[in-house]
Every structure is written in C-alpha cells, then in structure tokens.
C-alpha cells in the first residue's frame, strides 16, 4: 500500500520490475556459476548460454515496457513471465527430486533449477509478446467492428430524413408553387423561402452527423477560448451575449471542437431566447470545461432524451443539433452531462478532456 501523498507506482514500471530485473538476476547469476566452470564445453553451455538468455530477457522486458501497449496489456505479460518462472522452476525441482530417487545425482541441484527458471522466462516473454499482441489486434478489431455498427446506425438515420424530413417540406415548397400558379400570389414565397431553408439545415446536419461519429484520429492543442469566440462569431446569435472565462488548451479536432460550440450555442439562442447570456468556464475539477445559460433550462425529465436521435421541442428544430454534440464528445473519449445553471438556466459539462500547458504551441480553428 502507498503512504499517503505518494502517488501509487504505475504498472508499466511494476512489469519492468518483474521482466528486467528477473533477467538480470538470473544472468547475474549464470555468470558467477559460469565462471566456476572449469572446462570450455562447461562454460557454454553451463554458464554462456543461461547468461546470454537471461540477458536477453531483460533487454526484452525494457522494449516490451518501453513499447506503445497499454499498461493492463504489459500487466499480463508480466504475468506471463512469472507463470513461465514458477513452472519451469516446479519441473527442475522435480527433476532433482528424481535423480534423488534413483540415486544418480549427476548436476548441481540450485543450477538445474536456476536453468529451468531462465527458460521459464525466456518462454514465457516469447508467450506473453504473443498475447498480448493477439489481445491488442482483437481489441482493435472489435472497436472497428462497433464503429462500423455506429456508422450504419447512422445511415439509416440518414435514409430516415432523406425520405420522411426532407420529404414535408418539399411537398410544401411544391404546393405553394402550384398556389402561386394557381392565384399568382407572391405571399406564398416566405413560406417556400422557410421549406428551402429547412431542407438546407436537414442537409447540413445529417452530412454532419455522418463524420462526427468517426472516432478521432490526429488531435491538436487548441485554446478553448479562441475556438468558442470562432464557433459565437458563425452562429445567430441575435441579441445574446457571450463570456468567455476560460483560459484552457486542449488536445482536439479543432474544427468538430468548433462545430460542438457551434450546435451548443444555437441550441441555447433558439431554446433561450434572444437575450440569453452564455459562459463558458472551467470546471472546478478542473477536469474540463462547461457551457451555460441564463434561459430557461431544461427540465429535469427531459435531460436524457436531448441527445437522442430527432429529439426537439421547437417546431421547426430537426433533433440532429445534439445529437452531432454527443458524437463530437464521444468521438473524442469525452463525457457530456446536463444540470441546472445556477440562474435556472441549462448548462453542458464535458469532462476527461486532455489538457496541455497554456504556453505550449496552439492551434487557431480554421474559419
């Protein structure tokens, strides 16, 4: 158990621990024997053998420590070496056990064993290389399996709007035109104008909700603050006003950092009302960054269901908005919970974010 204020010692060092330094206790010791040996014949395969396995076991274990896996995949590498250990130690023991039973001692009994367990080692690195490699490569596969799943879920939400969302209000734009020449009336138009316009944001949207479920590959550091100003500066927000208090930078997808602001602040201007203000601020865990308002909130039975597929209460709205949020957040390994502001506003909070020194070098959001 660590004392307290001592910060608890990762598994990737525990596993070098157990990998190299067996090795070069081992070939510690296969060297103080080999030099015993009195003949050549003894000396290589009595003493330099072991010791260039034992050797190479700890080498092995500092690049296996040193390489890209994940600590809990080193973790069982590590036990496989000590598994390799104990059981080949087991079958040399037994092996003394009987030349002892029959008699005919032939071997120094500590470095029969000794051999044994360096061979354990030896094979059990080679095994757990193996699995853990397997175990890494099945991992992968199954995310990319999920992702596939994720992404034909959304194409079926997409082939949803192309024939049923798109479908209403082009079939008002169409009725309106056959009025107008019918009547030759122009009032007609506003209301073709809102179908057009509709129809352009179901586009946006979906073409939208089909990338940001992808998950995110090369991330950038970003200022938090540069990218929501950009994100304000893009959306209408007519009479509302936005703070900033947030000084963070970040590891993301600057662009789908910028488009989650975006989705997020015309949620709040078209839910809160022309006046609202918004702040963006840091989290007092300091575990990421929050959005709020002063509008109406939402209520408490309905924060489960916003970010769910074609969810809205306005009229007009298409239910993809925080939908495209909750991917964006997903894609980068992120999490996204609705409370209530302290006004009785709505307020966004997205936590385990990767954050990186204000000094470091940064990334405008491309506009």
Known sequence: ?????????PRRYLTLGVVSGSGLLLAGAHLIHALTEETTLALLFGGALPFVIALAVAVGGYQVCHSDLPDDVLVR????????MGLMGLFGGGAIGYEYAEGARQFNEGYVVLTFI????AAGLLLGWYDARRYVLTNELRAKQRELEQQNERL???????????RNPLNVATGRLDLINEEGNTEHIAAIRRA????????DDVLTLTQTGQSIGNTKQVRVQQT??????QVDTESASLDVTIDMVIEADASRLQQ?????????VEHGGDNVSVCVGRLN???????????HGIPEDEREQIFEYGYSTASDGTGLGLEIVHQIVQGHGWTITVTQAADGGARFEIRGVTQADVGDEWHDVPV
């Open 77 to 84: 590498i590590g036990g496989w070496v000590g598994a390799g």
């Open 260 to 268: 989650l602001f975006g989705n997020l602040f015309r949620n709040t």
């Open 285 to 295: 865990d300091d575990c990421g960054f929050y959005i709020e308002d002063d509008g």
């Open 228 to 233: 929501a100003s950009q994100a304000w500066d």
């Open 1 to 9: 158990m660590n004392s307290p204020g001592m910060e608890p010692i």
């Open 156 to 166: 079926e939400k997409f082939a949803s709007v192309v024939t049923h969302d798109l």
């Open 196 to 203: 057009h316009s509709r129809m352009e944001t179901l586009i």
């Open 118 to 121: 360096t061979l354990g080692a």
